[in-house]
């Protein structure tokens, strides 16, 4: 299996590891990486096929990229992280604290969750399947619309147009790749519930993609901290300073 592509920042500070979100790429952190070295490493990753790591020839599994990112934590001499994923970034970092809880410091999920697909969430992940495969452009274009409101369309139009161009150097493989891996994901609920790290929920109000009573009902059942914010499913892009007073590791 390919590797991942990831850069790590170390200044002898607690490690943060992002984990970008579908469609996406490392380069969304952007907007809080200066605050977040004031107080922390970063070590970021591109998710396969996005940003700068290749296609994978395999589909592959959430466990799967958890044993990848445990190899750069290995190689890196990284003993434990504060773990922050967005959107899939967040599927993707449950999957790890599960795999590794004894490296895991925290966990926290923006505009994510823990659980794995419902039935009619699958059923929509097929269609966008069946769609990407006749019509790669409109697909993009649609997808990526649809995590912004009509209003965030209009005021974050150059943040929303460099997000889709970026998007259209993904392959089509790599995105079937990402969408079979969402669907067919573990629900990581069960073993969230006994670990001993705190769980964190960032979430926006207007999100169309991930249902606010979705996270409400996992905060209830991990006990977890939650931060409602104003905004739909890209809060890391048009909120990121909302984000960065919601996490509650950074002092």
Known sequence: MNDLHYT??????????????????????????????????LLKIDLPGHGMTSEFQENYTLEELSLRIDQILVFEKIEKVHIVGHSMGGYLGCAYANARPDKTRSLTLINSIASNDTKQRKLIRDRSIQLIEKHQAAFVSMAI?????????????????????????????SIIQALTCMRDRSDYLPLLKEVDFPITYIYGKQDNIV?????EKEQVYLRANARIIDNGHMSLLINPLNILKNMYFIE
């Open 211 to 215: 249902p606010l009573e979705l996270v």
């Open 145 to 173: 619309g649809n995590l912004f409101t009509v209003e965030e369309r209009k005021l974050y139009e150059t943040r929303i147009t460099l997000m889709k161009q970026q998007a259209d150097q993904i392959s089509i493989r």
């Open 8 to 41: 790590f920042i170390n200044n002898n500070q607690p490690v943060l590891l992002l984990i970008h979100g579908f469609l996406g790429s490392m380069q969304q952190w952007s907007y809080l990486e200066q605050d977040l070295l004031a107080t922390h490493s």
